[in-house]
Each structure stands twice: as structure tokens, then as C-alpha cells.
């Protein structure tokens, strides 16, 4: 197959679709959306992320140390579209605009998206240098979830979860087709 | 909405299903199956990766200071999760089992896994402890791209790569439907 080369580039499909929230003022909250992140540990459980400097939210970031990361579902593509277009500085209350309620926290003061299946609590544990830009690695303190995103074992489902999906060519998706199942499928291949 | 609170997990949806490829001797290549992983900066493009120490490859890895990151699309799926099950010190030569060929890379000695439809080539910029693990932080060096994946301005397009998804309920899932284009569906909550 005839390949091209691009160069350096940060062509990585799929992304998350990610609200970041951080608080604010007194029932206020900053959000924005990222897609360059995810899980880089397990013990315990750790997230990166970059979020660049020049957001209205990141002096609010940098000050509290903490900041809630909430995974929408597909209905929530326009207000995540948002969130990531227009600057804090327009719309210091894009949860009001995107008609979205903040709820409480219950080890960071940053608030969460309640109508997101599922909110992590995360505590800035350092800011790291990549290049001439930097992203934060965070520690997930705390996981919240809908209690109808969760599956029979407690934890939460896909299919319910409903989780919007970012890709490179500025585009969200939805979960498609499940293919198979993990730590499965690939059986059929041993000798 | 009721919430329940799972504590600290990696709960994270979606994650992308990654084939991680290391020369390991001549014309051979150690492949693993990574989801624990993130674009995380674009200047250079970086991404970041948690590979575990355990691994057969691991030791390659440290070795080369680079490998490949390759983007699988669905109908790989079954080669994916072997490559994720079965360790390289029971199939050295996972390529083989899974009906993969192995091409040269340019700048690095780990090669690229012709099926997928995005390759980068990846230099280790540095392995950051996290918590009780570590992650590498990789700079991406290029971007090999399958003609038939490349949209008309010269960018692979979502629907052709046709990615893997891995979701942490043990599943693989494909893109389904395209709910919109980003920096523009929000334009609608615009005042």
C-alpha cells in the first residue's frame, strides 16, 4: 500500500472529547474542551493533558491546582463545540449557555457537569515541559458516574456512556459497531 | 441525575488501540497493544504512552530509545487484542501470526506495520514517573499515511483510516455515525 509522509504531525485517531471545568467565582466555572489527553498511569490512576496557556481558564487552573475532567455523550457535541470555539473572556458562563448544571465536588472546588455520565476529580500533581509547550499531568482523585451508565459489574458501559468521540480531520463521531471483546477476540490467533 | 462514586479508576472512554512496534533483531519486531496513551503537544508533535516494564519489548524500548506508534483500523481488530493478550516471549514474531508486513521507517530502526493506516515514528524524549508507573513521552518525528486514508486537503480522513476504539469495558468498538465538524457546530450557541 502507497504511503505518504506527512512530517511530524499529531494525526492520532480516535480522541477524546473532553470538558475541563474549573472553578471560577461562586458558582462559576471556566470550561473548555480538550482532546490531546489521556490516561498515562494506574497506580494510581493518572491522566495528561494539554491545555494551553493563553485560555481564560488556565490562570484559574495554575491557581487552584485541581480541576474536574467530564466525559460527555453525543448529545452534548454542540455545547462541547462551543466550549472549545469560544474564549472565557466572551462567556464566562458556558455551562448557562450550554444549558448544563455544576454540581459539587467532594475533594476539589471545582464543580462538576452533572449531565456528563462521567466526571473525574483531578489534582494537578505536575506541569511538564514538551517542547516548547507543556501539559499537565493530573492525578484522578475521585470517578463519578450516572447510575444508568453503569453495567451489571459496577462499572460503566460504552453503550450507555454514549461517549462523543474527536477526531484529527475536525470531526466528532459516535461509537459505531462493537467489534469484539478485549483480552478475547484475539485468542483465536494462539498456536 | 444520581451519581455513584467509583473512586480513582481510568474510566476514560474512548481510548484509542495502538500497536506499539520495536526492532528486535533482524526483521523482527516486538508488538504490543497500548490504549494508555494521548497526543500532549504539538510543538513538536508529542504524544505521551504508558508501556509496562513487564513487557517482552520493554527492554528493546529502552534500548533504541524509539519505536513506531501505529494506528490500527477495525478490520485488524482480531490482530490488535493477540497483540495485547499474548506475550513476545511466547510468539517473537507476532507480525507473522497476525498476517502483518513489517516496512522500514526513516529515521528510526523499529519498523512500521504496513496494514495500519497512520505510523509514527517515535523518539523517546523521556520517561516521567507517575505515581508508582511511568510513562514515555515521545516525540513524534513522522507521520506515514496510507494514500487511500488521505482526504482532499492532503489529511487522513476519520471515515477512511477507519480506527480501532478501545473502551475500558473490555470492548473494541468502530467510528459510527459523524455527529458534525468542530469549530463549527458551537457556533450556534453563539450570541
Not at 16 to 28: F, I, Q, Y
Not at 144 to 169: C, F, M, N, W
Amino acid at each position: 500500500m502507497a504511503k505518504q509522509q506527512l512530517g511530524p504531525t499529531t494525526q492520532l485517531f480516535p480522541m477524546p472529547a473532553l470538558l475541563v471545568a474549573v472553578r471560577t467565582g461562586d458558582g462559576t466555572a471556566g470550561i473548555l474542551t480538550v482532546a490531546w489527553a489521556g490516561i498515562v498511569g494506574g497506580q494510581p490512576p493518572m491522566m495528561a493533558l494539554e491545555i494551553g496557556g493563553s485560555h481564560y481558564s488556565t490562570p484559574y487552573i495554575e491557581q487552584e491546582g485541581s480541576f474536574t475532567v467530564n466525559v460527555p455523550s453525543t448529545d452534548m457535541a454542540v455545547g462541547v463545540d462551543y466550549c472549545g470555539t469560544v474564549s472565557g473572556t466572551r462567556d464566562p458562563n458556558k455551562a448557562e449557555t450550554c444549558g448544563w448544571t455544576l454540581t459539587p465536588a467532594t475533594q476539589i472546588v471545582s464543580p462538576l457537569i452533572a449531565e456528563c455520565p462521567i466526571n473525574f476529580e483531578c489534582r494537578i500533581e505536575r506541569k511538564i515541559e514538551a517542547g516548547r509547550a507543556a501539559f499537565y499531568l493530573v492525578e484522578i482523585l475521585e470517578t463519578h458516574v450516572d447510575e444508568e451508565a453503569l453495567g451489571k459489574d459496577g462499572s460503566p458501559s460504552a453503550s450507555a456512556v454514549d461517549p462523543l468521540i474527536y477526531t484529527p480531520d475536525k470531526s466528532y463521531y459516535g461509537l459505531g459497531e462493537r467489534i469484539g471483546e478485549a483480552w478475547s477476540i484475539g485468542k483465536a490467533l494462539s498456536k
